[in-house]
């Protein structure tokens, strides 16, 4: 069936009929669309259906948006195949740059005259007014301080430029939900005092147990020496003031997170991650659809056939959960099960 617009109900994700959703997924890398896709987009759409995969976090480069012209027609595609499968895409404004990733210094750059980022979502937004499977964009990457900006300063610039960016888009297409991070995006910071003053706003968190063992965050620390009763009980004490608490009130989605086989326990922390974001009934899009360089390490959930699951794909997948069936499908299911003598049972909404 046809996917239909999301919305926002105070905390909460709804589809068309006013149900919760919790959509869960995984993220694609812009690398993966240029150098791994081609005629096996197909195939890795079916392997995600299968999954019972709901999201894909597709990234975007808007210097390739505005000067190849092949590849807006190419995000299409992957677009149009996720959605014929009941598959949402969350548009991922990753970068403005040819080659290479932007510098923390040219993010802020471009966010102090954010001409091109309000034109490049305004051509987005006109592009997919009618398709309601593109139903997020993801309107900046991680906000992190730079030179001249320390995070309070980063807030002030980095708030009104959100909303303005969110207001351009719901001006077009007042249905899209804008996933907006906050300065500092491993928490929720400014936002929690002064919440974006507009509908259909997702507030996005970035997390990784990699780096915050690199910064040496207790938990991190605790899950690391093997100390897990501990490591557990710390890790919910940071996250509920930095982000947990607030999404009980607020529409929270956990958009980049994962694990690498280098860590100590890592399989512990990501299975007590997974029951956390479960509790507080938290979607996200796990890092990422792509095979690691080597066996241990990095952030990849599949293998070289960019088909099978690896160690940590096989954690990820266990907390997928489906999203329901239209009412509408249903009852088509239930008339074509009536008609051929199959029994079908209705479940309740």
Wanted: with cysteine.
């Amino acid at each position: 069936m046809p996917l239909n617009w999301l919305h926002t109900v105070g905390k909460s994700i709804k589809d068309f009929y006013g149900r919760t959703l919790r959509p869960i997924g995984c993220e694609w890398q812009e690398p993966v669309w240029l150098n791994h896709l081609g005629s096996d987009l197909i195939q890795r759409a079916d392997r995600m259906k299968e999954l019972g995969v709901s999201i894909v976090r597709v990234s975007l480069n808007a210097w390739l948006w505005r000067n190849d012209p092949t590849y807006k027609p190419f995000i299409d595609q992957i677009v149009a195949e996720l959605g014929s499968r009941d598959i949402y895409t969350i548009l991922n404004f990753q970068k403005d740059k040819q080659f290479g990733a932007m510098t923390d210094a040219e993010e802020i750059a471009y966010l102090e005259n954010p001409t091109e980022l309000i034109n490049f979502w305004r051509d987005v937004a006109l592009r997919y007014i009618n398709t309601p499977s593109a139903c997020a964009y993801e309107i900046f990457p991680a906000v992190w301080p730079a030179s001249g900006y320390d995070m309070n300063t980063l807030q002030t610039l980095w708030h009104p430029v959100a909303l303005q960016v969110v207001n351009e888009i719901h001006s077009i297409n007042p249905n899209v939900l804008c996933f907006v991070p906050d300065a500092g995006p491993s928490i929720v910071r400014g936002f929690q005092t002064s919440p974006l003053p507009a509908p259909n706003v997702v507030y996005l968190i970035h997390r990784y147990y990699h780096y915050d063992l690199q910064a040496g965050l207790a938990y991190a620390v605790s899950y690391s020496t093997g100390d897990l009763e501990t490591a557990k009980r710390q890790m919910i004490n940071t996250f509920k003031p930095g982000f947990l608490d607030f999404s009980q009130s607020y529409p929270v989605f956990f958009i980049e997170f994962g694990a690498t086989m280098e860590n100590p326990n890592w399989n512990v922390q990501i299975e007590d991650l997974h029951n956390l974001l479960r509790d507080y009934g938290l979607g996200f899009t796990q890092h990422v659809w792509y095979p690691n360089p080597s066996e241990s390490y990095g952030f990849g959930m599949i293998m070289e056939d960019f088909l099978t699951l690896n160690l940590i794909g096989e954690i990820w997948s266990k907390y997928i959960v489906p999203m329901p069936t239209s009412p509408i499908e249903l009852l088509i299911r239930a008339a074509l099960s009536a008609a051929s003598g199959v029994g079908f049972i209705l479940i309740s909404l």
